[in-house]
């Protein structure tokens, strides 16, 4: 399976580490931001991980909503409860939550769904920088700090019009939206699923882009070749 090299699971607790963590979002996501690197003292998990894992646990709801509570860090249990119904709440081993999700509608445990579902929108989700996030950057007059980037996965959520059948699908970007707050940006990307040439999708990715600073063209510049260096070394 797709993701069980990923994390350990001891009865519904789960645990991802840095290695893993970090394998998973470079190989499934291409994404090289610099807080999933196993030695980055502000290392947390993906969110795209943690999705990727709830969709394994609980299939595929019509409507589903995620919002990430609180980061998590190397080797730290996570709790996935048994099913709940409409609204789950993940918690740390603290008891904190770390993810809250709310479902609604028909639910699928198709594997071969699940699977595509994860595959394609974690390949979307890893396109944030610098493909998204520099033409709007620079736009906006405004960037995060190249020497503490911090770029957070906030929320996201999705809506079918009907759950799809077992095939491959298609996240594609339709639009984005970029609002500049004091010190800090919200991105929202939004995207549309697609079963061959037909939409039968739709949903939101939210972005918080901390610690906001004016457009250097230069310094953003050489922190986006550095990060395609890095990217193209792994590959």
Not at 122 to 140: D, I, Y
Not at 147 to 162: C, G, I, T, W
């Amino acid at each position: 399976m797709l993701l069980e090299s990923y994390y350990t699971k001891s009865d519904n607790v789960i645990r991802v580490s840095a290695e893993q963590a970090s394998r998973f979002a470079k190989t499934q996501c291409h994404d090289f931001n610099p807080i999933h690197d196993p030695e980055n003292k502000r290392f947390c998990v993906p969110g795209d991980l943690l999705f990727s894992i709830a969709l394994n646990e609980y299939g595929i709801s019509e409507s589903m909503s995620f919002t990430f509570t609180n980061m998590i860090g190397d080797n730290i249990g996570v709790n996935f409860p048994e099913d709940k119904g409409e609204n789950i709440v993940i918690t740390n081993e603290n008891g904190r939550s770390v993810l809250e999700i709310t479902r609604q509608g028909k639910v699928s445990r198709d594997p071969e769904l699940i699977e595509s579902l994860i595959k394609n929108y974690v390949v979307f989700s890893g396109q944030n920088f610098p493909t998204l996030l520099m033409p709007l950057m620079k736009k906006h007059g405004v960037m995060f700090n190249p020497a503490r980037p911090l770029v957070m996965y906030n929320s996201m959520s999705f809506e079918f019009d009907k759950l799809p059948q077992s095939r491959p699908l298609k996240v594609e970007l339709a639009d984005s939206v970029f609002e500049v707050k004091p010190k800090r940006a919200d991105n929202f990307l939004h995207f549309d699923i697609a079963d061959g040439q037909q939409t039968i999708g739709r949903g939101i990715k939210k972005l918080v882009i901390a610690g906001l600073k004016p457009y250097e063209h230069e310094s953003i510049t050489a922190f986006s070749d550095a990060y395609e260096a890095r990217r193209t070394a792994f590959k």
